[in-house]
């Protein structure tokens, strides 16, 4: 009778956010993947912050991801997300997180966001998230998540965080991201589009390493 395969442990990943709004985030998200085979680990306390220094979402993602990996040998996941505004020539975008300054808290960007709205009328906006994996063995995947929407005249709801006050998805209209229920939220978010791809890729590379060291 031929042994019984074992099946390979799970993927460590270390997040490279520390943003505990975040974290929930792509914790309650990747959890639901249940092709997915991984452990998340949060973010080591000693490990700085990495300074968002590229041009696109895609290179801020990576210069944390990469980070990360090299300070723990391990594999790591690492996201940026922009808010595009069409009538803003797609400010702040990739500078969403520091709209209002480097030190600028959630409500500073918000505040700021809704006085340069203020007399707009086309308040089209897209919001996107690149979720960027880089594996130990230095071999990357990362996949897009993008929203249409349009910017609310005041901020309205509780739940979320960021510019989730203002935003007004196309697919539920009357409400913005923070009056949504967060379930209703990850069903739709540019966040959970992105990395719910990222997992598809990381679960099928997964597969296919298994099979090979099957052989």
Do not use: C, W
């Not at 031929?2 to 390979?8: D, G, Q, V």
């Not at 956010?17 to 997915?36: D, F, M, R, W």
């Not at 959970?192 to 990381?202: C, D, V, W």
């Amino acid at each position: 009778m031929a042994p019984e395969m074992s099946r390979p442990a799970p993927l460590k990943i270390v997040l490279a956010t520390a943003n505990p709004h975040k974290v929930s985030e792509i914790e309650e998200i990747l959890g639901q993947q249940a092709e997915l085979d991984l452990v998340l680990i949060p973010r080591p306390s000693d490990i700085p912050e990495v300074g968002e220094t590229g041009e696109t979402l895609v290179e801020n993602a990576r210069l944390k991801a990469a980070a990360i990996t090299r300070a723990t040998n391990t594999s790591s996941v690492a996201d940026d997300t922009g808010l595009f505004v069409l009538a803003l020539d797609g400010a702040p975008g990739v500078h969403s997180a520091r709209y209002a300054g480097e030190d600028a808290i959630d409500k500073d960007n918000v505040e700021k966001l809704l006085v340069a709205m203020a007399n707009v009328t086309d308040r089209r906006a897209t919001f996107q998230t690149v979720a960027l994996a880089m594996m130990s063995d230095g071999r990357e995947f990362h996949a897009t998540g993008e929203v249409r929407g349009t910017i609310a005249t005041a901020a309205r709801g509780t739940n979320g965080f960021g510019y989730d006050p203002v935003f007004i998805p196309d697919e539920i209209p009357e409400r913005t991201y923070a009056e949504l229920e967060t379930h209703e939220k990850h069903l739709i978010s540019h966040r959970g589009r992105a990395f719910r791809a990222l997992a598809g890729m990381i679960a099928t590379q997964q597969l296919a390493d298994e099979t090979t060291s099957d052989r």
